[in-house]
Structures are given as structure tokens and as C-alpha cells.
């Protein structure tokens, strides 16, 4: 497998953040989800070694909370990963369906027993159809990939797969702006950061009646950027 991003054809050169001299596409361009998601195709097994374990006490009282809130039935999860959550939401009584777009981390997921399936919460169907309306959907570090009109257009389409009660949730970094970052992987991912009222306001644009958002205070726990905790109802 390539160790190189995949620069999308036609991306034009933008001066990246943290002054690396690598030709990254404009944050608004199409190819900014598809060079993110080169990088975990190329270090998937980098990206599971780092994650595995992980998950802060916060991380897994919101994943228990969303056990217990969601009503019954199958929850997605898009951007699955190594399925840590996965295995921990089953574990407190959840069935779920693992996803991603990277096709490194569904034949990680399919090697360990695991049903999985790839699917592209920007391009793809989410599946409501055939396997929903989802109880719940969860997305954790995933949207924070996404620019906000990107981001817009994904929570209407979650809105839509979800059933009445239906809950989704997700986590993104506490900050402003949005930048590139080869940090942890050493290939570069597309970072939108968000601020607790704009998100509000963006998920209920979308149609969610109600929103919690919770901050965990991540440097508490040495690590780099505090998180946003969203759970998001539909009526
Ligand atoms: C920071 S990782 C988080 C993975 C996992 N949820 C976790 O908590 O460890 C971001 C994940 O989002 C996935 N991803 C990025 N863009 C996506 C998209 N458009 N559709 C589905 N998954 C996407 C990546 O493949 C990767 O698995």
C-alpha cells in the first residue's frame, strides 16, 4: 500500500497550516475528505496501534448514555475505525452496524470476525432503507473531517435515516478554524475545529429538536485539544 497522500486530480495548492511545504487542497475543494481519508488508508494499522486502548472516562459515560437514551433497535456507526465503540456499546446491550469509507479499517474490522461495511457519509446512501431507521447513530472523531458545509449536509442526512427518537452522536475538537495536520499519523488530515453555539445552530438547521452538548476538558487527561460531546435527538 502507498505511503503517499493520493493528491486529488485537480487539487489546487493551498499554503497548508504548520508551514509544511506539501500542496494541500483548498478546505472547501471536494478532494479535502479525500486526501483525509488516503492518509488512514495508508496508516490504518498506525492509526489502531494509537487508539485501540483509548478513551477517556468521559468518552465512555457518553457512549453508555447514548446505550441508554437511544431507543431500541440497531445503531450505526460511521467511521468505525478499529471498532473500539462498537464493542463497547455491544457490551452494554446495543447492536450496531460498523461502517467506514476507508476500506483498510472494514477488512481490519472483517479480520477480526467482525461484520462491516464500506460507506461514505458524505457520498453514500446511509442505508435507512434497508437497515434503519437507526435508533442512533454514532460518529466519534469522525465529523470533525468534514468542512462545515460538508457537515451540514451529513447531519441532514443522518436526520433523515434516523427513526422518531432517534439519537445522534458525535464528538469534534474545541477550537476555531480549520487546518491540516500530519500530527500522529504523518500524513495529512483535513481538521475543522467548532465552538458549542454554532454547532447548535447548525444541527437545528438540520431539523434535531433537541441538542446537549458536553465539554470534556481533554487536556486534563495530557492530552492536546479539549472535545465537544453532541447528542442530538430527532422529534
Ligand atoms: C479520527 S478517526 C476516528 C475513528 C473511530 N471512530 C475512533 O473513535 O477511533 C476518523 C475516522 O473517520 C473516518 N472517516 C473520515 N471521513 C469519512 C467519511 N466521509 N465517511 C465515513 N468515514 C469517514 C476515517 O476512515 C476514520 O475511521
Known sequence: MSTQPAFP???ASAAPA????????????????????????????VYAAQTENA????????????????????????GSA??????????????????????AFVDMLRRQGREAHRLDVLTDDLGAGTHGPYAAVLANAVLLHLTPAQLAL???????ALAPGGVLAFTVKVGDGQEWSEHKL??????????????????????????DVEVDMGRDQGYQWDWLYV???RD
Open 55 to 78: 478513551g477517556s472516562i468521559a468518552h465512555r459515560t457518553f457512549l453508555r448514555r447514548l446505550a441508554r437514551v437511544a431507543p431500541p433497535g440497531l445503531v450505526l456507526e460511521v
Open 231 to 233: 447528542l442530538a435527538w
Open 9 to 11: 486530480p485537480g487539487a
Open 186 to 211: 504523518g500524513l495529512p488530515r483535513f481538521y475543522q475545529y467548532w465552538r458549542e453555539a454554532p454547532l447548535v445552530a447548525l444541527l437545528e438547521e438540520a431539523g434535531f429538536a433537541r441538542v
Open 154 to 160: 451529513v447531519v441532514t442526512k443522518i436526520h433523515a
Open 18 to 45: 504548520g508551514g509544511s511545504s506539501a500542496p494541500y487542497p483548498p478546505h472547501d475543494a471536494a478532494g479535502t475528505n479525500a486526501l483525509t481519508l488516503a492518509a488512514y488508508e495508508a496508516r490504518a494499522e
Open 82 to 103: 478499529q471498532g473500539r465503540d462498537a464493542a463497547y456499546l455491544e457490551r452494554h446491550g446495543r447492536r450496531v452496524r460498523r461502517t467506514d469509507a476507508t476500506r
